[in-house]
């Protein structure tokens, strides 16, 4: 059987963002994936030396939790083949770009044979981001990489007065239109579960100052089986939803559903258990409250059932 398709996720941002903090917590934390992870340096990451030590010929560093990790050399399709070139390739492969660098240009090789697009998230420091857009030497870097974003995560927010966060999440909506912005408590499988076409980014989440401080609602739901024709009722009722992943059982088949920010996508998947379950990830609204999605998801479910 052919091996499925490995996205590639690229992490971008600015000098000082946060990537490497980032970049720990997912190996961390790899939500049940075996990740790869290609990175500038080494050194940026918090691999302990003994593990460095033990690299093979192929540069491959295996890691806790299943991942393993290489060094981005100037051949990144030559980094690419030294992560999957293993007994158990990894199920998704993630690019820390350089500081200074275009991250969705390395975002490209996912639209290369044996990968799939897995969406390029770029860091933005609060507390700094409205300087650096307007800095003569780093704006067009910076304001680059902000444009080629699928998912934004604003970091250091604790550094901001909520009017110099105010000004942030405004500056970030000016140079990155209709792309979700979280905070870096995001969960991993948001940052991990994008799925995109070319082009095609989420829509906007909350961007109130008090977005950063926000706690991240879980929603679930089970059922049997749907109907077919009321599958393309969802994407009204999961507009504003920040993530989302379900399973419907079609009439003896399976849909595999996923939204982020806003965006669904549907395929058929095939050899899976009989029964439909959902998940989802919300984002409280402005008042705190995330009742009323739960009980709107539950209804726009349960009337996809027989």
Known sequence: MARPDIPITVIGGYLGAGKTTLLNRLLREPDGRRLGVIVNDFGSIGIDAELLAATSDTGVVNLPNGCVCCSLGSDLMASLGSLCDVEFPPDQIVIEASGIADPSAAAAWGTSVGFAPGGVVVLAAADSIGRQVNDRYVSAEVRRQLAGADLIISTKLDLCTPERL???????????????????????????????????GPTAANTSPEHGQARYARWSWSG????????????????????????????????????????????????????SRAEAILLPDDAGNDETLTVRLTAAFDALLL
């Open 224 to 275: 049997t089986t749907v109907a077919a024709g009321r599958v393309a009722g969802l994407a009204d009722a999961t507009c504003d939803i920040l993530r989302l992943k379900a399973v419907l059982d079609v009439e003896g088949h399976h849909l595999e559903v996923h939204v982020v920010g806003g965006r669904m996508s549907v395929h058929e998947v095939r050899g899976l258990r009989a029964g």
């Open 166 to 200: 105010q000004r942030a999440f405004d500056v970030l909506g000016e140079h990155a239109p209709g792309v979700a912005i979280v905070d870096g408590l995001a969960p991993i499988d948001l940052v991990l579960g994008l799925r995109l076409g070319s082009g095609a």
